[in-house]
T-cell receptor
Framework: AQTVTQSQPEMSVQEAETVTLSCTYDTSESDYYLFWYKQPPSRQMILVIRQEAYKQQNATENRFSVNFQKAAKSFSLKISDSQLGDAAMYFCAVNSGYALNFGKGTSLLVTP | NAGVTQTPKFRVLKTGQSMTLLCAQDMNHEYMYWYRQDPGMGLRLIHYSVGEGTTAKGEVPDGYNVSRLKKQNFLLGLESAAPSQTSVYFC?????????FGDGTRLSIL
């Protein structure tokens, strides 16, 4: 069975600052993918970034980057130059076949 | 470009009533999924389909049935709704691993 743990129910960051959201996971798969999804108040699920486990290089997408530690089964999301529009729930997920297993989420508050 | 469309967006049911949630995608994706999201929880997989005419159980399938008669549609049925099924339901589709989500259906069962 796979588990995804997000130990920070809530985080707060000031505009323009950097914040890191934590995620740990457990999987018996040797080949897998990790994801961060953003869910703003509109309820949409938006893919932020994806990491292939076989790649050592950390994925980046503009202001979003990950710190992937495969041996530690850790997959944190770093948001640089935080903006008010980054306020949302963030979910970490790992795939099981083509389905996804999600963590419980971290609520990110961005203050001016 | 509609993407993934869920119908309806909101619904209130009484205990014991039945209903069907419709998910339609226009991206020609093979894979489709139904998740539920409860307060303080991430999304949990109810059922999924890897192609037209196929369905499979996910993590929390009890009380739900699904059908995939057409490639573009994935239906989620509640035969006898229970208050424990009050939730937000998300449909998603994918060709590979990147899933595209609908906007969700908020379902309340009294």
């Amino acid at each position: 069975a796979q588990t995804v743990t997000q130990s920070q129910p809530e985080m707060s960051v000031q505009e323009a600052e950097t914040v890191t959201l934590s995620c740990t996971y457990d999987t018996s798969e040797s080949d897998y993918y990790l994801f961060w999804y953003k869910q703003p108040p509109s309820r949409q699920m938006i893919l932020v970034i994806r990491q292939e486990a076989y790649k050592q290089q950390n994925a980046t997408e503009n202001r979003f980057s990950v710190n992937f530690q495969k041996a530690a089964k850790s997959f944190s999301l770093k948001i640089s130059d935080s903006q008010l529009g980054d306020a949302a729930m963030y979910f970490c997920a790992v795939n099981s076949g083509y389905a996804l297993n999600f963590g419980k989420g971290t609520s990110l508050l961005v203050t001016p | 470009n509609a993407g993934v469309t869920q119908t309806p967006k909101f619904r209130v049911l009484k205990t014991g009533q039945s209903m069907t949630l419709l998910c339609a995608q226009d991206m020609n994706h093979e894979y489709m999924y139904w998740y539920r999201q409860d307060p303080g929880m991430g999304l949990r997989l109810i059922h999924y389909s890897v192609g037209e005419g196929t369905t499979a159980k996910g993590e929390v399938p009890d009380g739900y049935n699904v059908s995939r008669l057409k490639k573009q549609n994935f239906l989620l049925g509640l035969e006898s709704a229970a208050p424990s099924q009050t939730s937000v339901y998300f449909c998603a589709s994918s060709y590979g691993l990147n899933q595209h989500f609908g906007d969700g259906t908020r379902l309340s069962i009294l």
